[in-house]
């Protein structure tokens, strides 16, 4: 017996270590309330971060370095990006107040294994007017480097986004937390956009690349905006995650239980160029969930209150 137990407590330990990056954040509690926006703050740090690089620059031309240069400066081989960690704690930034036992984990069973049960739920900020997990700045950064990096590999932005849906089922989403997050494939396509608008024009429609390569050296020729790339596709409350049987059902009964706040503030809960958005990345291998979106489901909720005529 206490051999069984020992072997599952290791087995819960190997999950957690192989899974932290994928914790989960909650962008349906507290949604009414008031979070400064952030996009300035952050905007500032990716925008020094590229001014460095560029001056203290002393090789050749060779965009790949550049690229892994950032990466390694304001990204990192840890769980949590240095970026993502500094939205997580930095008192300058404002972030919604939502612990595990008041989100819509909360109920989850440890034996169920979920990564919010054991390492609780991560940070929700704003940016861009949207409300956005803190983990989905390192699915930009790293997972956007890993999408850039295949895309290069495979000649095919396609093929790129099939290996980065793999990923999310086998290592940052379903397979470890339960859960498949079409924001973190939203993150991860953005953040590739992003890397190649480093170097090319008009990639970001109507703007030049952010820098251009003259007689030896970086020329930062306009700034970053997370403007250009976080919409309401980065919201998990506006473009559900997909759940496994066991954690779906939990999280269904707790968005049951916040429809009040819904029908309080539809508004809220509703994207407005759903349309153009799911246009957008139709190659990226989001999985459709209209169910769990509140407007769906706390309307379907309140119709089986109708009496049947």
């Not at 290592?171 to 953005?190: K, R, Y």
């Amino acid at each position: 017996m206490i051999r069984s137990c020992s072997i599952i407590g290791l087995f819960i330990l190997g999950l957690a270590a192989s899974s932290a990056p994928a914790y989960e954040t909650d962008q349906h509690s507290n949604r009414d309330q008031e979070v400064a926006d952030s996009t300035v703050l952050l905007n500032a740090k990716v925008n020094e971060t590229i001014r460095d690089i560029a001056k203290e620059w002393s090789m050749d031309h060779d965009e790949m370095t550049f690229v892994d240069e950032f990466y390694g400066r304001i990204g990192g081989i840890h769980y949590v990006d240095k970026l993502e960690r500094w939205a997580m704690t930095s008192p300058d930034v404002e972030r919604l107040d939502t612990e595990r036992n008041d989100s819509i984990y909360s109920g989850y069973p440890l034996w169920s294994l979920r990564v919010s049960t054991l390492f609780g739920i991560g940070k929700t900020i704003r940016l861009n007017d949207e409300l956005v997990g803190t983990d989905k700045i390192g699915h930009f950064i790293s997972q956007g480097r890993k999408f850039y990096k295949r895309y290069l590999d495979m000649g095919s932005e396609r093929e790129a986004a099939k290996r980065s849906v793999l990923t999310e089922k086998a290592i940052f989403g379903q397979a470890t937390t339960g859960s498949f997050s079409n924001a973190d494939l939203v993150a991860n396509f953005e953040g590739y956009r992003f890397y190649r608008s480093l170097f090319e024009d008009d990639f970001i429609p109507g703007k030049p690349a952010i820098l251009r390569w003259d007689e030896g050296y970086w020329v930062v020729q306009r700034e970053f905006d997370w403007a250009d790339h976080v919409n309401a596709f980065w919201d998990e409350a506006l473009n559900p995650n997909q759940y496994s049987r066991l954690p779906r059902i939990y999280v269904r009964r707790q968005l049951v239980a916040m429809c009040d706040s819904f029908w309080a503030h539809p508004d809220l809960y509703v994207a407005a160029e759903r349309a153009e958005l799911s246009e957008r990345y139709a190659h990226i291998g989001l999985i459709e969930n209209s169910d769990l979106r509140m407007d769906v489901l706390c309307t379907s909720e309140a119709l089986k209150l109708v009496p049947a005529t």
